[in-house]
């Protein structure tokens, strides 16, 4: 069974989020890539051994970094007859309320 429409629309403006924000995450990732490591010439980067501790400082911070998803909870009765996997239910277990 397919999900109703309404909860599907919802789901894929919160993966519209995601994206967004993960987007902007790999951004910054780079960046810190860019500014702290050599560029080995085939998209990876080596970061010196004196620049390591400042670079990880910088990459955990961003890794701190708490996103904040717009939107109302989804209740699971809202799926109604929709049958949903227990690994589904898992991966959106953040999104699904009373």
């Not at 010439?41 to 961003?62: S, T």
């Not at 209740?75 to 898992?90: N, R």
Request: with cysteine; proline share 2%.
């Amino acid at each position: 069974m397919e999900l109703p429409a309404q909860i599907a629309f919802r789901l894929a403006r919160l993966a519209g989020q995601c994206l967004t924000e993960l987007k902007q995450y790999h951004q910054t990732f780079n960046e810190l890539l860019i500014r702290y490591g050599q560029d080995q010439g085939n998209g990876q980067f080596k970061i010196a051994l004196e620049k390591m501790d400042e670079f990880n400082q910088e990459y955990e911070a961003l890794r701190d970094v708490t996103i904040e998803l717009s939107g109302d909870p989804i209740s699971i009765k809202d799926f109604g007859d929709t049958t949903l996997k227990v690994g589904d239910l898992m991966a959106l277990d953040y999104l699904i309320g009373d």
